[in-house]
């Protein structure tokens, strides 16, 4: 296994964006509160960018793809441990802290955790937010989004992972080939050499999110198609029940609509089926406004959750397929 085996470990973080923007602003503002070992932050941009910060290292890549900015951070980074995060999101003061202990243990490879809505989106962003920590729409992979107990993963997003140097040499890096869905690639290339990837709800950063709709399903969208594409060519962390779910039940609606008229045994079916669907959407939007107190928000929720199903279902049957997207 590649392990560090130091007793102190240095940490390089490692943005990407486009442009300088508020949110990065932000994010590196919080990053200044950080308590850890860090050693340098690197932001990758896609033009030079002078800064009097000289506690900030900025690159510029060109207007390259995020697999090829996050490659040129890593490479330039001094760490033993390469913190990569977004721009969008910002971590919480104790982030780097409490992935530490786990770096003990050789076998692991890399560390995540959960990437929160931040309580200062507005209600758009915030629809989006719980959306996605809905259980109808992660399902299993909710611990992305909220904070969940600790376990061992085998795929986790780019926007909080924390990874041995050596490992990241070890996998090549980044695939470029692969957007979105160039984290799933490195993850499964770390799985493939026997390297552990382990979440804790400590390891905390706060995302924003893109607001809804028009944001929210774009991004759904390129989610699906990455998914279905992946289930195809590799089977070992895509090919699994839960993300096939929305595309049989987006095939059920339609496919069903027009069975029913000529086949009165699947009307009962058909119809059953969708009350049960509304009936877990409403529980879905219950359990938001219990939550988050806000009833708006919640009854929000609701809609989205439904689009968000459609639109990553028909996606996902396009990425099974490879059509162009």
């Known amino acids: 296994m590649y392990g560090l085996g130091l007793p102190k470990i240095d940490v390089s973080i490692v943005i990407i964006a486009a442009r ?3 949110v990065l602003e932000e994010s ?3 990053i200044a509160e950080l308590s850890g070992p860090v050693i340098e932050t690197i932001v990758v941009l896609d033009d030079v960018f002078e800064s009097a910060d000289g506690t900030v290292r900025y ?3 060109g207007p390259v793809g995020p697999a090829e900015k996050r490659d040129i951070g890593a490479r330039s980074a001094r760490g033993d441990l ?3 995060i977004d721009d969008d999101a910002y971590p919480s003061p104790g982030w780097l802290l409490a992935a530490m202990p786990l770096f003990e243990n050789l076998d692991v490879w890399a560390v995540g955790g959960p990437g929160v809505t931040p309580p200062t989106d507005g209600f758009r962003a915030q629809v989006s937010g719980w959306t996605y920590a809905a259980w109808m729409v992660s399902g299993p992979a909710r611990y992305r989004y909220v904070a969940q107990p600790a376990r061992r993963v085998d795929d986790y997003p780019s926007m909080n992972l924390i990874v041995r140097r050596s490992a990241f040499e070890e996998v090549g890096g980044f695939d470029s080939t692969y957007y979105p869905g160039e984290d799933t690639k490195f993850c499964l290339e770390i799985v493939r050499r026997g390297g552990q990837i382990m979440y804790d709800p400590n390891v905390l950063v706060y ?3 893109r607001p809804v709709m028009r944001g929210h399903l774009r991004q759904i969208s390129g989610y699906g198609w990455h998914r279905g594409y992946f289930a195809r060519v590799f089977p070992e962390t895509s090919r699994r029940v839960p993300y096939f779910v929305p595309t049989l039940w987006a095939l059920w609606l339609t496919i069903g609509a027009v069975s029913v008229i000529w086949v009165d045994q699947l009307r009962l ?5 969708i009350g049960i669907y509304v009936a877990a959407v409403l529980v879905s939007v219950a359990l938001v406004v219990k939550d988050a107190g806000r009833f708006w928000l919640g009854v929000a929720v609701g809609p989205t959750i439904v689009l968000s199903h459609l639109v990553y279902g028909f996606r996902f049957l396009g990425g099974l397929a490879k059509f162009r997207r």
């Open 20 to 22: 300088f923007s508020a």
């Open 269 to 273: 079916l058909y119809f059953l089926t």
């Open 59 to 61: 690159l510029a890549s």
């Open 28 to 30: 590196l503002a919080a």
């Open 207 to 209: 995302h924003h999110r």
């Open 82 to 84: 390469l913190a990569f």
